[in-house]
Structure formats: structure tokens, C-alpha cells
């Protein structure tokens, strides 16, 4: 079945240390994101990438890194920078229609909390 | 910059009972995309509005872009325990911001038998 994993699904990190949240995708979609939900918020967009090796900050990329190496894979790491990580992320993927961004496909969310 | 307003963020609805859902940009946009959250799931998109003055229906969901493309609805007629979750509406600005979708805060939708 096409679609996509985020792992790990829960995690717990001390402060101070970084942390990799993984996002593949099998879609062949050349789109993905990276979202950050917080309760009651919607969802504020991080990170975004339209193709390999090219990526862009979204409005909160501030303490967040990402890497695009392959089509499929789309990591985002958390570093001791961001002040408040405690947070269910979101990874996302679409097809661009021309000037649309597209149907976004998400990913089951990884939860992040710091202790 | 572009800011999408979503009401109310909380809705209580007998089941049988119609609602609305707001969607208000503080800019015009050149599409408007909603989504539907279950409780502990993920977001799942339900519909793309293009056009001015669009309505696009899907069963008992009626979605409705406004004229000056800066907002838009989602109304629920007869409502039932399975549209329970939050809906989300998410703009786009220009083209030019492609990729950087605006989501509203969301409607929290809570049905009672």
C-alpha cells in the first residue's frame, strides 16, 4: 500500500539533547512537509521540500533541521535549540498541480515529549 | 501576513442536527483545502476549492468558497456520530506561495446520540 511512515510514533527526550524524527514516503510524490500541531492550534508548517536536495523554511523552522538525500525521505531533527519541542509532529506529502500546493497526504504524526 | 481565522473552534451538535463551519483569510487566496482530524489521528483532506463562489458537495458535506475568494464554509446537514473530529480549512495565498499552506485553528466537532 502506498503512503507514509513516521517513526517513532512516541518519544521521549531529555532536555538538551536532539532528536531525528524519520518520514518515508512511497507515494512518488517530489512535495513533502513538515508540521508541528499543537493542542487547539492548527498546524504550523516547519519545513517544506519540492524536490531533492532543495528544502525551505516554513513559519517555525527555528531550532529545526531537515535533510531531503532521497525522493522518499524526508527527516526532521529537533535540536536543544527550540525552546518548546514538546509537540505532535506531522509529516506530509503532494503532488504539485501547478500553482496549487495540492491534496496533502499525511502520515500517522510522531509525539515528542520533553521531560 | 496571511492569517486564516476559523469559527467556532468548538461546536456541540445533537445528532440529526445541522452545522456551519467558518473559514475567514485576512487575504485572498487562490485555493482553499479542508481537512478532517479523528480524535488521535491524523489529518485526511476532504476537498480543494478553486473557483469564486465555488460550492462543491460530498454526501451531507456542502463546501462553499467566497466570492472574493477570502472565505469559505463547510456546512453538515443531518449530522451523525461518525463526522465527530476536527475540521480544518488551510489556504493558500498567491501562487507564488506555493507549498505554504495557512491552517485555521480548527473546529472541534462533538456529536451527542
Known amino acids: 500500500d502506498g503512503g507514509i511512515t513516521q517513526s517513532p510514533k512516541y518519544l521521549f527526550r531529555k532536555e538538551g539533547q536532539n532528536v531525528t524524527l524519520s518520514c518515508e514516503q512511497n507515494?512518488?510524490?517530489?512535495?513533502m512537509y513538515w508540521y508541528r500541531q499543537d493542542p487547539g492550534q492548527g498546524l504550523r508548517l516547519i519545513y517544506y521540500?519540492?524536490?531533492?536536495?532543495?528544502?525551505q523554511k516554513g513559519d517555525i523552522a527555528e531550532g529545526y533541521s531537515v535533510s531531503r538525500e532521497k525522493k522518499e525521505s524526508f527527516p526532521l531533527t529537533v535540536t536543544s535549540a527550540q525552546k518548546n519541542p514538546t509537540a505532535f509532529y506531522l509529516c506530509?506529502?503532494?503532488?504539485?498541480?501547478?500553482?496549487?500546493?495540492?491534496?496533502?497526504?499525511f502520515g500517522e504524526g510522531s509525539r515528542l515529549t520533553v521531560l | 501576513g496571511q492569517q486564516v481565522m476559523q469559527i467556532p473552534q468548538y461546536q456541540h451538535v445533537q445528532e440529526g442536527e445541522d452545522f456551519t463551519t467558518y473559514c475567514n483569510s485576512s487575504?485572498?487566496?487562490?485555493?482553499i483545502q479542508w481537512y478532517k482530524q479523528r480524535p488521535g489521528g491524523h489529518p485526511v483532506f476532504l476537498i480543494q476549492l478553486v473557483k469564486s463562489g465555488e460550492v462543491k458537495k460530498q454526501k451531507r458535506l456542502t463546501f462553499q468558497f467566497g466570492e472574493a475568494k477570502k472565505n469559505s464554509s463547510l456546512h453538515i446537514t443531518a449530522t451523525q456520530t461518525t463526522d465527530v473530529g476536527t475540521y480544518f480549512c488551510?489556504?493558500?495565498?498567491?501562487?507564488?506561495?506555493?507549498?505554504?499552506?495557512?491552517f485555521g485553528a480548527g473546529t472541534q466537532v462533538v456529536v451527542t446520540p
Open positions: 507515494l512518488n510524490h517530489d512535495a
Open positions: 487575504t485572498t487566496l487562490s485555493n
Open positions: 521540500s519540492q524536490i531533492v536536495n532543495d528544502f
Open positions: 488551510a489556504g493558500q495565498g498567491s501562487t507564488d506561495s506555493w507549498g505554504k499552506l495557512q
Open positions: 506530509a506529502s503532494s503532488l504539485r498541480t501547478g500553482g496549487s500546493t495540492g491534496e496533502l497526504f
